[in-house]
């Protein structure tokens, strides 16, 4: 571990400790990141008690509702491939849906709606209770689906944020049957493997994985001691999975790999998309604090909009959470109750600083394209006085105009001198089209609705 971050080892080290201390815990782990390496991780505290096991970067714990975002990840895939469409039906997918308990309104509960907890769809599945004498949580499917008379939308669509694991566990269906594969077996083979995220798995776990589960504890209440939490098993695509701080280092660098001036393509997910999962689609509350995006939430704390999810399931807390403008990101694990998303959000705050602090990295550029080069330089609306310019930057061709903050990317379309605006402004999707004089030489640029005109450089001569 090397780099600006990492020179912050000793101060995470004794938050992470402060963290365990103060919340009296038995244990947490915790990782930072920077782009595509962990920085920094370590440990504080037990993952088992009675065995008197110290906690490690690599203990296995649950990470819980962490897993929607794998979830999200899987059907954004397959949106990808052809295999389905975020705004096809959810009933198009799940047939038993219609005998819902509310077969009217089951109909526009869709899978971008199910993706963004904005569906209005009822919590959990039928029959459950997560206090009581013991939990009772049932995770398989098809038992919920034969039950379908008593699922119903609570809501209607888009009015609030509506959490819902059930609508997860559907998800979760939607990939099995959208991709003929099982759904723990589509997730290993199209993410967890290219990954090499080898610590991270449904159950049942495997002898090995085992021998490295963290005890969940359940909160203190009126003594020193941590009772050990009930079990509960059989959940899947809504929150079933075990993993470690080091193999969710792995799954934030590629969150980050889509950002920056040089996004990386994976081959588990194009930049594009991952981006599109990362941007906020809606508020959350009337302060503008927190927004919903596809599978990911945001929320903003001095002027930072961390992307992120948290997990709870008995005896576990975590939070996994990026900055994508800093390229920093944190990971916290804790076998107990406590703001897993507090802690996170301040050693990525941490990391941040050391990150911003450090010098720029300097980018070998590389020399602007053939196929560009005729189409730069400035242009003018007719009977406007302000300039716009068309440049290369960044490895974009791009549009500065005085109308935008932003350099607006002209995305190629597939054919000469024809582009369409990228995603972020009023004219984006819209087609941009370069004309060109008899001799050659480019005359406007037709942008939407409007036409720049190209302007030449007076001949002195």
């Known amino acids: 571990m090397s780099g600006p971050v990492a020179e912050g080892a000793s101060e995470f080290a004794a938050k992470l400790a402060s963290f365990v201390k103060d919340n009296r815990l038995a244990g947490t782990v915790a990782a930072v990141v920077h782009g595509d390496e962990m920085a920094w991780s370590g440990a504080a505290g037990f993952a088992d008690i009675a065995a008197k096991r110290p906690a490690r970067p690599d203990t296995l714990y649950r990470i819980a509702s962490i897993t929607k975002t794998f979830t999200g990840t899987a059907i954004m895939r397959l949106r990808d491939e052809g295999k389905l469409d975020l705004d096809d039906p959810a009933v198009q997918w799940l047939p038993e849906l219609a005998g819902a308990g509310t077969p009217r309104e089951i109909g526009r509960v869709t899978i971008r709606r199910l993706l963004s907890h904005e569906s209005g769809l009822m919590g959990d599945p039928p029959g459950t209770e997560w206090a009581g004498t013991g939990p009772h949580y049932d995770g398989v499917v098809s038992r919920n689906l034969a039950r379908a008379a008593e699922i119903v939308t609570a809501i209607g669509p888009n009015l609030q944020p509506k959490y819902s694991n059930l609508g997860y566990q559907l998800l979760g269906e939607i990939v099995a049957r959208a991709s003929g594969q099982d759904y723990p077996a589509y997730v290993r083979e199209h993410i967890l493997g290219p990954l090499g995220q080898a610590d991270t798995s449904f159950e049942p776990l495997t002898e090995a994985l085992m021998a490295r589960c963290a005890t969940g504890y359940t909160g ?142 300097l980018p070998v550029r590389p020399p602007t394209p053939e196929q560009y080069r005729a189409l730069l330089g400035p242009y003018l609306y007719p009977g406007s006085a302000e300039l716009c310019r068309i440049e290369w930057r960044d490895r974009k061709l791009v549009l500065i105009s005085p109308a935008t903050a932003d350099p607006i990317e002209l995305k190629p379309a597939g054919e000469p001198d024809s582009y369409i605006v990228g995603p972020g402004f009023r004219d984006s999707g819209e087609r941009v089209c370069f004309s060109r004089a008899a001799d050659g030489r480019v005359a406007s640029v037709l942008i939407g609705s409007g036409t720049l005109l190209r302007l030449d450089p007076v001949d002195a001569g």
């Not at 079933?240 to 990386?264: I, T």
Request: hydrophobic fraction near 45%; charged fraction near 20%.
């Open 220 to 361: 203190r209440a009126y003594t020193d001691e941590l009772d050990v939490a009930p079990t509960l098993t059989g959940i899947g695509a809504e929150g079933g999975l075990w993993s470690s701080a080091e193999d969710l280092a792995r799954w934030l660098s590629l969150q980050l790999s889509a950002h920056g001036d040089a996004p990386r393509q994976s081959a588990v997910l194009s930049a594009d998309s991952l981006r599109e999962m990362h941007k906020p689609r809606y508020l959350s509350d009337e302060t503008w604090t927190s927004a919903w995006g596809i599978s990911w939430y945001a929320v903003r704390k001095d002027e930072v909009a961390w992307v992120q999810h948290s997990g709870g399931l008995h005896g576990f807390t975590s939070n996994a959470c990026f900055d994508r403008d800093s390229g920093v990101g944190a990971i916290v694990l804790v076998n107990g109750i406590a703001d897993a998303p507090a802690l996170a959000m301040e050693l990525g705050a941490m990391a941040r600083r050391l990150a911003n602090a450090a010098a720029p990295a």
